[in-house]
């Protein structure tokens, strides 16, 4: 199968428009801004080597979700990952806005959450995919992603109660 030829022109224009989800959604799922950075670029690789075509743009999209998804996946499961440490404890200057105690309690919940749960309660709130289509992009059943979610939001509104609980003691 011959190889498909982009041009420079190409390629920017896919930078721009794909780039930041990517790397929030890699950011979510890794705890770790280099590391996500690491994948994007992994991700742009693959899509300007590889010979896939696309439906369209949605296709397209979900496609780069779902490899970078896979390749975070694979940064976590590689014995290189487990030699360092994957969060030190900062935060990131990409991660959601801090505006208030409230929000900073909420990062600091959510990135409790397993990378499953992290990468579906962000595809699902803040770019707005509906279960169907998280499901066809994570490759699960709706009905898993619908519990992901739900386990996701449980846990988070009981740790958010304790640590509220705990601050009016």
């Known amino acids: 199968m011959k190889k498909r030829a982009f041009n420079e022109n190409e390629f920017e224009e896919k930078y721009q428009r794909y780039s930041k989800l990517l790397f ?23 899509l300007f080597t590889g010979n896939k075509r696309f439906k369209d743009g949605e ?11 896979n390749c975070c996946k694979n940064r976590l499961t590689s014995p290189k990952s487990r030699e360092t440490e994957l969060f030190d404890g900062t935060v990131g ?6 505006d208030s105690e409230m929000q900073i309690d909420f990062e600091r919940e959510l990135k409790k959450l397993s990378p499953e749960q992290r990468t579906c309660i962000y595809l699902h709130y803040y770019e707005g995919y509906k279960i169907s289509e998280i499901s066809e992009i994570l490759k699960m059943k709706e ?22 609980e705990y601050e009016l003691q």
Not at 34 to 42: F, I, K, L, P, T
Not at 146 to 157: D, E, H, I, N, P
């Open 24 to 46: 929030r959604t890699a950011n979510q799922y890794l705890l770790d801004a280099d590391a996500a950075e690491d994948v994007v670029q992994e991700v742009f690789v693959k």
């Open 59 to 69: 296709h397209e999209k979900a496609w780069l979700i779902r490899v970078t998804v």
């Open 93 to 98: 200057e990409q991660t959601f806005e801090k």
């Open 143 to 164: 009905n898993t992603v619908k519990s992901v979610l739900s386990r996701a939001r449980q846990t988070l509104r009981t740790n958010l109660e304790k640590e509220k």
